[in-house]
């Protein structure tokens, strides 16, 4: 089954879209700060990353780069899911490689599993 | 007819955009008017009865040139601060907004969540109660909204303080095991040793209880994995100092002279990395000073901040 990092600092959030993807089948990893979860994707070498930008301890974005910079994880596909909405943020996700960009509040969560499968399908 | 008049007072209008009067255009054009009719009957006045020495009425024009241009400062200086106010006011929006969003996220979540489970075989079980998770959430945004209408409250003079005697060790106590499991997320260790037969400050304990958990809140968000944050309480004279270290990012010199102010919220590395809507601070400065403290900080970068305040013992 396919494994899943979910980083996400909001643990309401985490806890509903964990428990969802666990029920749906995945195996879900989550993390609430972005070093936590940089060190859980090394650790896991998931299928899927689900990102969330303003994290403490480490952004997004940042999280991003160093996974582009580690060969180990380079190619695991990366899901921004967040509720910022800046252009200057999503260009830069897009340009670090990430298969899609979420706004939370505008997706129910049947949306957001149709591109996970989507994003998992395509590998 | 009506708005012309209205126009006409210039006074109000300042006040209403919170300006001092000197540095107010409405007021400074008029400032200006008045001048410059001043300006041309005195050298009417001159001209006719010195009519032998020109260079008084040149000196009169040039002292009223000199004026005009240092009121044409105050006034492009006034207008600087009208849209940096504006622009400060726009970013607030956009963060507020971001803000709102998290928890409403969570509520479409839960909801769709509880709308599955209803439905049928698909499911999204986990064993989560989701009545309770969109009742947390609830109050998040509501304290938000507080804050806000605390905010506007101070700015309009509204604010209304109780005085009454206020343990804030037990304030204190309360604030840390409520932000325990936070603090236990981040890694971080947060640590409160009450001191013993400490006397009671005068003040409002609501106020004073979201004083505290500003600063708590701030300490455990800018630290690191690991990180120590320390709180502590001792009397100072016929005050209570209450004070909390952090082992966290600490505060460029640059950025320190801003800490207290209306939206400003640390940039550079940490700046996107935090969430905070700009307001703990100015709200915590706002409340302690009008309850008669005093409050401040020290700080290194990459070393870490104290921050503390001092409140009057009741009755002293």
Redesign the interface.
């Known amino acids: 089954m396919a494994k899943i990092v979910f980083i996400e600092d909001e643990p309401s959030l985490q806890k509903t879209l964990g428990a969802f993807l666990t029920a749906q089948g995945y195996e879900v990893f989550a993390a609430l700060d972005g070093e936590t979860g940089l060190a859980a994707v090394r650790r896991e070498h998931p299928d899927l990353l689900l990102l969330d930008l303003v994290l403490p301890r480490k952004h997004g974005l940042e999280v991003l780069e160093d996974i582009r910079k580690d060969q180990e994880i380079a190619a695991i596909p990366v899901i921004v899911i967040t509720n910022m909405e800046s252009s200057d943020a999503v260009e830069r996700a897009v340009e670090l490689g990430a298969k899609a960009y979420l706004v939370k509040t505008n997706y129910t969560l049947e949306e957001v599993l149709a591109k996970i499968k989507n994003v998992l399908g395509r590998r | 007819m009506r708005e012309f008049f209205e126009r006409m007072n210039v006074i109000g209008e300042c006040r209403r955009s919170r300006l001092e009067l000197w540095s107010c255009p409405p007021f400074l054009f008029v400032v200006m008017g008045l001048i410059n009719v001043a300006a041309m009957i005195s050298s009417y006045l001159l001209a006719s009865r010195y009519v032998e020495e020109p260079e008084a009425a040149a000196l009169v024009v040039i002292a009223v040139a000199l004026a005009i241009f240092l009121i044409g400062n105050s006034i492009i200086h006034g207008f600087t601060q009208i849209v940096e106010a504006d622009r400060m006011k726009s970013e607030f929006v956009a963060i507020v907004s971001?803000q709102l969003?998290?928890p409403?996220?969570?509520f479409?979540?839960?909801l769709?969540?509880m709308a599955?489970k209803a439905g049928g075989p698909?499911?999204?079980?986990?064993?989560?109660s989701?009545p309770e998770?969109l009742r947390?959430?609830a109050e998040k945004m509501i304290q938000l909204v507080n804050v806000l209408l605390e905010v506007s409250r101070i700015e309009s003079g509204r604010a209304a303080f109780r005085r009454e005697p206020v343990r804030i060790d037990e304030l204190t106590k309360e604030v840390v095991r409520f932000s325990a499991s936070y603090a236990h997320?981040?890694a971080v260790a947060l640590d409160f040793t009450a001191p013993v037969g400490l006397a009671a400050v005068r003040g409002d304990s609501e106020k004073i209880k979201m004083v505290i958990q500003n600063l708590v809140d701030n300490a455990v968000?800018y630290s690191?994995?690991g990180g120590r944050v320390a709180v502590g309480i001792a009397p100072a004279g016929a005050m209570i100092e209450w004070w909390i270290s952090d082992t966290g990012v600490g505060i460029p010199k640059n950025q320190q002279k801003f800490i207290f102010q209306k939206f400003f919220r640390l940039s550079g590395p940490l700046d996107?990395?935090?969430?905070g809507s700009g307001l703990g601070l100015y709200i915590a400065r706002s409340i302690v000073t009008a309850l008669g403290g005093e409050i401040g900080f020290s700080s290194a970068e990459d070393k870490g901040s104290t921050f503390w305040f001092r409140l009057p013992v009741y009755g002293a």
């Open positions: 971001h969003r998290s409403l996220s969570i479409k979540w839960s769709d969540a599955d698909s499911g999204s079980g986990g064993g989560i989701h998770i947390e959430n997320a981040s968000r690191r994995r996107r990395q935090t969430e």
